[in-house]
């Protein structure tokens, strides 16, 4: 009996181990591809649905407009959610965030929410290393779902951002985007941590969010368009100099971003599309060690299967 449960739980890791997260892919990059691929999840957003996206900075022109994004929002009935930032500039303070949003369209089309407008609160975090909670905006548990919308794109801090970055430091108020970046230091001023720390920070904080909303209550998107090597967070973001090339979604995080980064790191260069300096950023700062550590803590796969919806 013992050699048959022993025989049992051998062959249940090495499934485990094997075993592929589904990643879906579209080229069509229009509000009729982010609704198909939403759909081809076949997770069905309910209750109060949160839309996580990033609603860009004063200046920058590379975020996911509100004509793209408007039959997915409609669709699950959602809200648009943000959190203020915390390096200055035009979203930071509340009021010009509020202005940033309206010049960027979306309070005309979209019920928004900036969850940290009125305070934060405290949520846990399963992996202790760097931080030992989440800071996240106040508003988080009026919903009960969450579409987790990333431009997948690069990043000066971060080396590139997609879903991770957009649950963790995107869910966070300001002072749990202090706290992230310092690795759990501060969490009332700015304290640039050890590059590592950052990233892994990231990571435990993308698995609280993760794991407050719960299995089966919260998806995943990334939009591979407008590939500069800078975030929407940038108000002057260098001219994207890779061609833009698809919509990814999965109900893995690491899986998704892992999905995207391969994408980037196999492509072949064309004149007039280039890979290199998106790759150049990303491994300056590091960047895909976020997934590896995320996969480490147990938050999703490095494995995945990419179907493609369009064939």
Not at 98 to 114: C, K, L, N, R, Y
Not at 200 to 206: N, P, R
Request: with cysteine; proline share 3%.
């Amino acid at each position: 009996m013992k050699r048959t449960i022993l025989s049992i739980l051998a062959l249940a890791m090495a499934v485990t181990m094997t075993a592929q997260s589904k990643v879906y892919f579209t080229k069509d990059i229009s509000p009729e591809g982010l609704v198909k691929i939403y759909k081809a999840l076949g997770v069905k957003a309910h209750g109060r649905v949160a839309v996580k996206i990033s609603t860009g900075e004063g200046g920058n022109e590379h975020y996911l407009r509100p004509t793209l994004i408007r039959n997915l929002v409609e669709e699950v009935n959602g809200t648009i959610v943000e959190c203020c930032t915390a390096y200055g500039g035009t979203r930071q303070d509340k009021g010009k965030h509020w202005q940033t949003i309206h010049e960027h369209g979306f309070d005309s089309i979209f019920a928004v929410d900036m969850m940290d407008e009125h305070g934060d609160f405290r949520i846990p975090v399963q992996d202790r290393k760097h931080i030992k909670y989440d800071i996240v905006g106040e508003h988080l548990p009026y919903y009960d779902f969450m579409i987790n919308l990333a431009h997948f794109k690069g990043h000066a801090m971060g080396g590139f951002g997609g879903v991770l970055k957009n649950a963790s430091i995107g869910c966070a108020s300001t002072r749990g985007k202090w706290y992230i970046h310092s690795a759990g230091e501060s969490s009332d001023h700015w304290i640039t941590a050890e590059q590592d720390s950052f990233l892994e920070s990231m990571a435990a904080a993308a698995q609280g969010v993760h794991n407050w909303f719960g299995k089966g209550n919260i998806i995943y998107i990334d939009v591979m368009n407008n590939l500069s090597v800078d975030c929407d967070c940038d108000g002057h973001p260098a001219k994207p100099e890779m061609k833009d090339v698809g919509i990814l979604a999965s109900t893995d995080p690491v899986a998704l971003d892992k999905a995207c980064l391969d994408l980037v790191f196999n492509h072949k260069a064309t004149p007039g599309d280039d890979e290199k300096p998106l790759i150049q950023r990303i491994n300056r700062q590091h960047g895909t060690h976020i997934v590896d550590y995320a996969e480490q803590i147990g938050l999703g796969s490095l494995k995945y299967k990419l179907i493609n919806i369009d064939k």
